[in-house]
Structure formats: structure tokens, C-alpha cells
T-cell receptor, first 112, second 116 residues
Framework: DAKTTQPPSMDCAEGRAANLPCNHS???????VYWYRQIHSQGPQYIIH?????ETNEMASLIITEDRKSSTLILPHATLRDTAVYYC?????????????WGAGTKLIIKP | GAVVSQHPSWVICKSGTSVKIECRSL??????MFWYRQFPKQSLMLMAT?????????EQGVEKDKFLINHASLTLSTLTVTSAHPEDSSFYIC????????????FGDGTRLSIL
């Protein structure tokens, strides 16, 4: 699985959009980009994933560059409850039994 | 949606005790489940892959005899920490992939294990 690089921490004002970057320059053609978050002392929560196209769901938007070497997770209107560690993971799709390799993630702090 | 239930959520016990943690897939079948360990302020580290009906696959450095994994059915995997010691104190998390390809893995809420 491709290695991902994320900034260790970020701040964002409540109500503003939080943009979390992720570099995955060695991603291969069959690897998807997944985003999870972990609120303190809880299990990881799935946010969104994509292969090539930009994706949007009720939680967030995922913007993937055309060369797929980087992506950005966008939380459109951050709330205090979005404070968590966000993990960007590149892993093979097409197989339900994939392992997820977890990096250090980005600690996002939403400030009132 | 698919849910993974993990039990217990918190356990405190004396050194030398064996502790069993259960991971259940509630509305889907999981032929594979993953077990992770997380120390404070660190990321998740994969310990082992649990396979229904066969032996688990352990990551390098994880003691098979220390962390016993049993995946007896398509909805239940258990992790038993045998003869636990204070250094085994950690946050243990399980996950299960959904059968359909490219679907997100679902995670349990984790088990906080404290060995006195």
C-alpha cells in the first residue's frame, strides 16, 4: 500500500471549512484513498473514500488531484465535535479483505 | 448500516489474568476481522488478521501464544490476552471488512485494557 503523508496538526474555526491535505505520491492505479477519523478513546469512524473522481457525502467532500498524488478532505462547516485525528489511507480496492496501514494522521482541533 | 460490536469496552484486572475481548459483526458476515492495538498518542497498529475457520495471521513481533485469536463463526472473533501484564495495557480495536468490495471497513468502539 502506498505511503501517505499528512500534517501532524491543524486548527480550524468553528463554522468554517476544514481542509485536510494528504500526499500519496506513490499511489498505484488500483489503490483507493480512504479517510477515517478517530475521536478520543473511540474506534475509527469511516468518512469517505475515492479512486479518481471527487466524492461527496453527508459528512465531507474528497478532492483528488488529477495525477492522484494528493487529495484533500473537506469538512464544509466544522463543529466542535469534528475535533479528532484524521487518517488518510491508500489501499487496494477490489478486495474486501484489505488491510489498512495507519500513519500518524492529522490532529484537527476545531476552535470556538 | 453495518455495525461492529466490541465487548467489553473497559476492563481492569490483575496481572496474570487472561482477558477475552469479543468482536461481533451485527448485520453482516465477516470471514475476516482485523485486530489492532493502540498505545496512548500513537496510531493503530495491526496485530493480527482473524480468518473464519482457519488460523489467524499474526504481524511480525506479535506473540501468538500471548494473543490468542479465535474466529469460530462468520460473525464472531475473539482475542484473548493470556497471562496479561501491565505492559499489555492498551486500547484494542477490531474491524471487519464488509463482503462487498470497496466498501469501508467498520470498526468496533474499542476495549480499554488496564492491567494492574
Amino acid at each position: 500500500d502506498a505511503k501517505t503523508t499528512q500534517p501532524p496538526s491543524m486548527d480550524c474555526a468553528e463554522g468554517r471549512a476544514a481542509n485536510l491535505p494528504c500526499n500519496h505520491s506513490t499511489i498505484s492505479g488500483n489503490e483507493y484513498v480512504y479517510w477515517y477519523r478517530q475521536i478520543h478513546s473511540q474506534g475509527p469512524q469511516y468518512i469517505i473514500h475515492g479512486l479518481k473522481n471527487n466524492e461527496t457525502n453527508e459528512m465531507a467532500s474528497l478532492i483528488i488531484t488529477e495525477d492522484r498524488k494528493s487529495s484533500t478532505l473537506i469538512l464544509p462547516h466544522a463543529t466542535l465535535r469534528d475535533t479528532a485525528v484524521y487518517y488518510c489511507i491508500a489501499t487496494r480496492g477490489g478486495n474486501s479483505n484489505y488491510q489498512l496501514i495507519w500513519g500518524a494522521g492529522t490532529k484537527l482541533i476545531i476552535k470556538p | 448500516g453495518a455495525v461492529v460490536s466490541q465487548h467489553p469496552s473497559w476492563v481492569i484486572c490483575k496481572s496474570g489474568t487472561s482477558v477475552k475481548i469479543e468482536c461481533r459483526s451485527l448485520d453482516f458476515q465477516a470471514t475476516t476481522m482485523f485486530w489492532y492495538r493502540q498505545f496512548p498518542k500513537q496510531s493503530l497498529m495491526l496485530m493480527a488478521t482473524s480468518n473464519e475457520g482457519s488460523k489467524a495471521t499474526y504481524e511480525q513481533g506479535v506473540e501468538k501464544d500471548k494473543f490468542l485469536i479465535n474466529h469460530a463463526s462468520l460473525t464472531l472473533s475473539t482475542l484473548t490476552v493470556t497471562s496479561a501484564h501491565p505492559e499489555d495495557s492498551s486500547f484494542y480495536i477490531c474491524s471487519a471488512p464488509v463482503v462487498l468490495a470497496n466498501q469501508p471497513q467498520h470498526f468496533g468502539d474499542g476495549t480499554r485494557l488496564s492491567i494492574l
